[in-house]
């Protein structure tokens, strides 16, 4: 997937302009990495609506964010608006990095100018089960992108400097839209 994003930014902190969405900021897809065209095709379940309707209706919302840390704990809030695409996106995302894990959490309200409001959000975390393994979970609950919840599952293990293995996969609360890989 593509993504441009052009802004005027004041301490690389505080943005204006079309901004990345904080719902973006944290759990993207498993399958960024190692299968990209799966990640756009299923964009709709990890990504921002903003997002999905500049990728797939050309939108080009305008907005601004903020973002910030504060020790172990980052935070970032985005307000979004499009009038080609008819719609408001105001999202908040948190994320937590421990000593071998993290936490992430991310909601977005969506409002369609001439339909009803939803809500997006994403709560999820990941663990080192050993010193080269990894495993994630993320729960996705995309109302606001028109999706089934699912709930999306990652392990890797890192074989030497140069190979990954890792298995993967969204599992949707009504199994019609599962996709796994290897």
């Known amino acids: 997937p593509h993504e441009t994003y052009a802004a005027l930014a004041w301490d690389d902190r505080y943005r204006l302009g079309v901004v990345r969405p904080a719902y973006d900021a944290v759990l993207p897809s498993v399958f960024e990495r190692a299968a990209p065209l799966l990640a756009y095709e299923r964009i709709e379940y990890s990504r921002s609506h903003a997002t999905v309707e500049a990728m797939r209706a050309t939108a080009v919302p305008f907005g601004l964010s903020a973002e910030g840390d504060r020790g172990p704990m980052r935070w970032w809030v985005s307000a979004h608006s499009d009038d080609k695409g008819g719609f408001d996106v105001f999202s908040a995302a948190l994320s937590h990095e421990g000593a071998g894990w993290s936490l992430a959490a991310a909601v977005e309200a969506v409002r369609e100018h001439d339909g009803p409001e939803r809500v997006d959000s994403k709560i ?30 990652d392990l890797l293990w890192r074989a030497t400097d140069r190979l990954d293995l890792s298995a993967f996969g969204e599992v949707t609360r009504e199994g019609r839209d599962d996709a796994w890989g290897l």
Do not use: E, H, K, S
Not at 136 to 148: E, K, Q
């Open 124 to 153: 999820g975390g990941r663990v080192d089960i050993a010193p080269q393994v990894g495993a994630g979970v993320t729960w996705l609950m995309p109302d606001g992108n028109d999706r089934d919840d699912a709930l999306a599952l």
